[in-house]
């Protein structure tokens, strides 16, 4: 299977995604200001669903967000 198509779907945990597409890892860095600390550092093995839920942050824009810098 080929990453051409990259596929960053809400099940997938932060450390998933940011092994995969390096690049989201600012994505991440922008979104620590609305989360109020580290995302990566706090929630790196839980699902994009869930960083988004703990931190009310809109789960579609954040996809947006990573689809386009992966």
């Known amino acids: 299977m080929s990453d051409s ?4 779907r809400p099940e997938l945990t932060v450390l998933d995604i940011v092994s995969r597409y390096r690049k989201t890892e600012e994505v991440f860095k922008r979104y620590d200001a609305l989360a109020g600390e580290c995302i ?3 929630a790196l093995f839980e699902s994009l ?8 942050l809109d789960l579609k ?3 947006a ?3 386009v810098a992966g």
């Open 40 to 42: 990566c550092c706090q």
């Open 49 to 56: 669903r869930d960083v988004a839920e703990k931190y009310h």
């Open 61 to 63: 824009e954040l996809l």
């Open 5 to 8: 198509k990259k596929i960053i």
């Open 65 to 67: 967000d990573l689809e």
